[in-house]
T-cell receptor
Framework: SAVISQKPSRDICQRGTSLTIQCQVDSQVTMMFWYRQQPGQSLTLIATANQGSEATYESGFVIDKFPISRPNLTFSTLTVSNMSPEDSSIYLC??????????????FGEGSWLTVV | AQKITQTQPGMFVQEKEAVTLDCTYDTSDQSYGLFWYKQPSSGEMIFLIYQGSYDEQNATEGRYSLNFQKARKSANLVISASQLGDSAMYFCAMRWGGSQGNLIFGKGTKLSVKP
């Protein structure tokens, strides 16, 4: 398995502010992924964070709104900028980890539950 | 396009009984992977089980087993001997083709275990 820690676990944020979520993995991984889960919904991929290059964003997500950093192979941050109530979601980071005999398995962090008021 | 369908919004099961959560998928890729995750009310996503498209045997992980029927494109999760702590949302997800970590998810099934 993988130990993936996220901070903050929960936060209540004011409209118009920005918040940075941290994701720390217990060992080096090539790619990290950021997902969003809006209330009562399933998960949607925001972007893939690669070390040493810019993040790759999925359709509907832009760097100005969700800037991502990946300074090393065990850490990444996601910033939710200029927040509105529609950004209230659980944000989760995930990693791919080789887990014999299954092969490449995808593990998630504990999630960061943001409420924008 | 890839798609995951979970048709059961909610399920009830009696404690100690087995329950099957349905998942069907759609992809034209030959190589793909199917995952099941458990999400308690705390919000974390807990990995349960994985099945690769080329795996001939159904995956098992403790009380969890995956009933993989490739021709029907179904990957149902079977939980044996349900426990009260199994009450949670359960998501089926698929990784396709060359994607390493990009998962598409179903809408989830809320399982409630009754004492």
């Amino acid at each position: 398995s993988a130990v993936i820690s996220q901070k903050p676990s929960r936060d209540i944020c004011q409209r118009g502010t920005s918040l940075t979520i941290q994701c720390q993995v217990d060992s080096q991984v090539t790619m990290m992924f950021w997902y969003r889960q809006q209330p009562g919904q399933s998960l949607t991929l925001i972007a893939t964070a690669n070390q040493g290059s810019e993040a790759t964003y999925e359709s509907g997500f832009v760097i100005d709104k969700f800037p991502i950093s990946r300074p090393n192979l065990t850490f990444s941050t996601l910033t939710v900028s200029n927040m509105s109530p529609e950004d209230s979601s659980i944000y989760l980071c995930s990693v791919v980890r080789l887990s014999p005999p299954r092969g490449n398995t995808i593990y998630f962090g504990e999630g960061s539950w943001l409420t924008v008021v | 396009a890839q798609k995951i369908t979970q048709t059961q919004p909610g399920m009830f099961v009696q404690e100690k009984e087995a329950v099957t959560l349905d998942c069907t998928y759609d992809t034209s890729d030959q190589s793909y992977g199917l995952f099941w995750y458990k999400q308690p009310s705390s919000g974390e996503m807990i990995f349960l089980i994985y099945q690769g498209s080329y795996d001939e045997q159904n995956a098992t992980e403790g009380r969890y087993s995956l009933n993989f029927q490739k021709a029907r494109k179904s990957a149902n999760l079977v939980i044996s001997a349900s426990q009260l702590g199994d009450s949670a949302m359960y998501f089926c997800a698929m990784r396709w083709g060359g994607s390493q970590g990009n998962l598409i998810f179903g809408k989830g099934t809320k399982l409630s275990v009754k004492p």
